[in-house]
């Protein structure tokens, strides 16, 4: 080849790597421009140890939780410019009751409660750390309810079907691709139907596939109408896979770990 030629390849090249990176930072974002819901922590637990001991460790719950947050629409989305339900703000509560934690309501106002006894129980069980860990792992979780798309077409999240598979996969999903959940917890077994971890763990192994199956899969939600489980996967990564089969890759990869 001549020095010519081997310059003129070298030129091709260069402008290749350098569109490409420009193409690649298309969908990234600093999150700068992000607006924050208005958190408004209420503490119902005053006297407990639960309450001693999350305060103790979280003193500023305003800027635990807007971590949190950040975590979750960047595990979702692309970019604030992204749609993003509008949660203008978050009504967060410890409480002394029995359970762990839940969301209510939508946007723009969410509801999430936290149990003082979970906390309590989670100190018992492993100290500090654990608490932290478990803490961060549900709010993770609570917090993917309220940011997180909706299907369409296929019933409501009482009816136990895909709209419940979907809300409840995701969400423990985003919890354990922020190590939210000890990895050990992924075990063989069960179905691609029984939401939260089972589910979870295997659309967190799909980004293996895609590295952007999570949002994708989120997105889906608004593209695909009536919403379906299978036409996800088709819509994601292509004609040729399916949820079933793709199910039982994941449980022959889980064999072999």
């Known amino acids: 080849m001549s020095a010519k030629n081997v310059l003129f390849v070298l030129l091709v090249l260069f402008y290749l790597c350098c569109f490409s990176g420009l193409f690649s930072q298309e969908k990234v974002s600093d999150w700068n421009s992000f607006r924050y819901p208005e958190i408004n922590f209420v503490n119902h637990a005053e006297g407990t140890k639960g309450w001693e001991i999350y305060n103790r460790i979280i003193p500023d719950p305003e800027e635990y939780i807007n971590a949190a947050i950040l975590e979750v629409v960047k595990t979702l989305y692309w970019s604030e410019k992204d749609s993003i339900p509008d949660v203008r703000r978050i009504n967060y509560a410890l409480r002394d009751v029995d359970g762990i934690s839940a969301k209510g309501g939508g946007p723009p106002e969410i ?129 040729h896979y399916s949820v079933d089969a793709l199910w039982d890759e994941y449980q022959d990869y889980l064999q072999i770990q």
């Open 111 to 239: 509801t999430i409660f936290y149990s003082s006894r979970w906390v309590e129980k989670s100190e018992k069980d492993a100290g500090d750390d654990k608490v932290l860990f478990e803490t961060r792992g549900v709010l993770l979780h609570e917090l993917t309810h309220g940011f997180q798309l909706e299907p369409q077409g296929i019933g409501t999240y009482a009816d136990g079907g895909e709209f419940w598979i979907f809300i409840e996969g995701m969400a423990d999903a985003v919890r354990i691709h922020n190590d939210g959940f000890p990895q050990d917890n992924r075990k063989p077994g069960g179905s691609w139907k029984d939401g939260y971890q089972r589910t979870g763990y295997f659309l967190d192994w799909l980004t293996t596939k895609d590295p952007d199956f999570l949002r994708k899969f989120n997105k889906s939600a608004l593209d695909i109408v009536p919403w379906g489980f299978d036409k996800a996967i088709k819509y994601i990564l292509g004609q």
